[in-house]
């Protein structure tokens, strides 16, 4: 079974920046390509950016491209989101989620077996 737990949310103001983190539990860390999704109040939830199993290909939504980074560390199963430039359209509730397998990548939630509990992001103006 696995287990993600996100980290790292808070209260923002515009401009500035915050990390996220997500520590998965089980085996199948490594094996698998991860990704960040985020809903906000009243909208659906929405693909943020995904990552492939080794670290070495990201895929990110337009909204986010050039301010948000992520990356992962096997070593300690854990993957990022480094947030940059945040607008307040950022504040959102974010989730991390394990993809079904090691390749390939998607934006759709049905292809993420594994959901964190989320984590608030608020940013003010």
């Known amino acids: 079974q696995v287990q993600l737990v996100e980290s790292g949310g808070g209260l923002v103001q515009a401009g500035g920046s915050l990390r996220l983190s997500c520590a998965a539990s089980g085996r199948t860390f490594s094996r698998c390509a991860m990704g960040w999704f985020r809903q906000a109040p009243g909208k659906e939830r929405e693909f943020v950016a995904h990552?492939?199993?080794?670290?070495?290909?990201?895929y990110y939504a337009d909204s986010v491209k050039g301010r948000f980074t992520i990356s992962r560390d096997n070593a300690k199963n854990t993957v990022y989101l480094q947030m940059n430039s945040l607008k307040p359209e950022d504040t959102a509730v974010y989730y991390c989620a394990q993809y079904r397998s090691k390749y390939g990548r998607s934006r759709k939630e049905d292809t993420y077996d594994y959901w964190g509990q989320g984590t608030q992001v608020t940013v003010s103006s």
């Open positions: 990552i492939s199993w080794s670290g070495g290909s990201t």
